[in-house]
Structures are given as C-alpha cells and as structure tokens.
C-alpha cells in the first residue's frame, strides 16, 4: 500500500514587513478567541473550521491563554485551512493564544493591549506517579523548545529577542510589540479603524 501524504491549502501571500497591502476585511467573516482556551477548546475549533477554507476574516483575541495543546491546534487549523486572517488584540492575548495570533497573516493591537510571554507550564493530578512525572518532564523540555521555535518563525522574530521576553516571563505592551515590528497599530480614537487597518504603510 502506497503512502499518502496530507497537504495543506495553499499558502495565503504574506507580505513583507515594510509593505502592507490595503484589505478591506468588512465583508469577511469575524471570529472571536476569548477566555480560557481549554475550556472553549471545542468552541473554538467548531468556528475555526465553519468558515471556507482560504476565505477572509478578522479574529478578535481577548484571552489569558490555556493550553499549549489547545493554542497550537487553533494555530495549526488557521494555517492547515489557509485561512486569510486578521488578529486584532482588543484586550489581552496571552501565553497559549499568542500561537493563533501568531499564525494570523495580519496583525493590529492597540496602545493598551497586552501580551504575557512565559515558558508552558506543566498541570497534572495530585497522584501522579514519579515515573510520569519524569515522562511528563521530559516531553515538556522538547515542547518547550518546539513551540518557541515555531513562534519565532510564525512571528518571523529572532528566537534569542523571543526567548528574552519568555524567560522567565515577560508582560509585552501593544506599543513593545509594534516597536518590534509584529503588529500594526490600531487607534481606537482616531477615527474610522477599519480605515486605518486597511491604510496602514501610507497605503
């Protein structure tokens, strides 16, 4: 029997850094990331997969975080369905959301949004047994390094700058992050926003 290979939908362009094409992104569809992932984990991947594969849209993130598993599926279907998305933080987008909004093509945060960076955190039974704990331990180690790994990348974002920030944690500011060059800045009171998303660069 021959092996099969799964393929993912075509890559939506991504532009370069210095040159932001204008969208309108309207008339597209809106979802939002909000709360604990892990609770909403069903939720969340249910509207990640309504929407047409390579179709548009604009994803809100307001969310501490949760799972490492949860915010690496969320990520993984944004680009599996090559799904062309617009993260906009409208409040906190933290340590496990930061992988969906990562994985956005496009991103906007405001002045006031805020981003917490930390390494994953291990949660398990109070009984667990020591040979899990080590198993867990282990596996833990790897992820780690994987998941940072592919947040630089997904950020395109130098790993040491990345890890700076991680380790030991670090709360990162809307304006931190536009500084770095990972988001674009939206103003909530200078008029029409969805003018300024979409005319950003001078565009």
Same mark, same amino acid.
């Given at each position: 029997? %021959?092996?099969?290979?799964? @393929?993912?939908?075509?890559?939506? #362009?991504?532009? %370069?850094?210095?040159?932001?094409?204008? =969208?309108?992104?309207?008339?597209?569809?809106?979802?939002?990331?909000?709360?604990?992932? %892990?609770?909403? +984990?069903?939720?969340?991947?249910?509207?990640?997969?309504?929407?047409?594969?390579? @179709?548009?849209?604009?994803?809100?993130?307001? @969310?501490?975080?949760?799972?490492?598993?949860?915010?690496?599926?969320?990520?993984?279907?944004?680009?599996?369905?090559?799904?062309?998305?617009?993260?906009?933080?409208?409040?906190?987008?933290?340590?496990?959301?930061?992988?969906?909004?990562?994985?956005?093509?496009?991103?906007?945060?405001?002045? $006031?949004?805020?981003?917490?960076?930390?390494? !994953?955190?291990?949660?398990?039974? *109070?009984?667990?047994? =020591? *040979?899990?704990?080590?198993?867990?331990?282990? $596996?833990? &180690?790897?992820? /780690? +390094?994987?998941?940072?790994?592919?947040?630089? &990348?997904?950020?395109?974002?130098?790993?040491?700058?990345?890890?700076?920030?991680?380790?030991? #944690?670090?709360?990162?500011?809307?304006?931190?992050?536009?500084?770095?060059?990972?988001? /674009?800045?939206?103003?909530?009171?200078?008029?029409?926003?969805?003018?300024? !998303? #979409?005319? $950003?660069?001078? $565009?």
């Amino acid at each position: 029997m %021959s092996r099969q290979q799964i @393929s993912t939908y075509p890559a939506v #362009g991504v532009p %370069s850094r210095g040159a932001r094409e204008p =969208i309108e992104l309207r008339d597209g569809w809106e979802l939002m990331i909000c709360g604990d992932l %892990s609770d909403k +984990q069903l939720e969340l991947t249910e509207r990640l997969v309504s929407v047409p594969a390579r @179709s548009r849209g604009t994803i809100f993130f307001d @969310s501490c975080g949760g799972s490492a598993y949860v915010g690496l599926g969320l990520a993984a279907l944004i680009r599996l369905r090559g799904l062309d998305a617009l993260a906009v933080v409208t409040g906190e987008c933290s340590s496990a959301a930061i992988l969906p909004f990562a994985a956005c093509r496009r991103r906007c945060v405001t002045s $006031h949004s805020t981003l917490l960076f930390h390494p !994953i955190r291990w949660q398990s039974e *109070e009984d667990v047994r =020591i *040979e899990e704990a080590t198993e867990w331990a282990r $596996h833990f &180690k790897l992820l /780690e +390094q994987d998941l940072d790994q592919l947040l630089a &990348k997904l950020l395109e974002f130098d790993i040491e700058k990345l890890r700076a920030w991680t380790r030991p #944690g670090r709360f990162v500011s809307g304006a931190e992050l536009i500084e770095a060059g990972l988001a /674009e800045q939206v103003d909530l009171f200078a008029g029409d926003v969805w003018k300024q !998303i #979409g005319t $950003h660069d001078g $565009h």
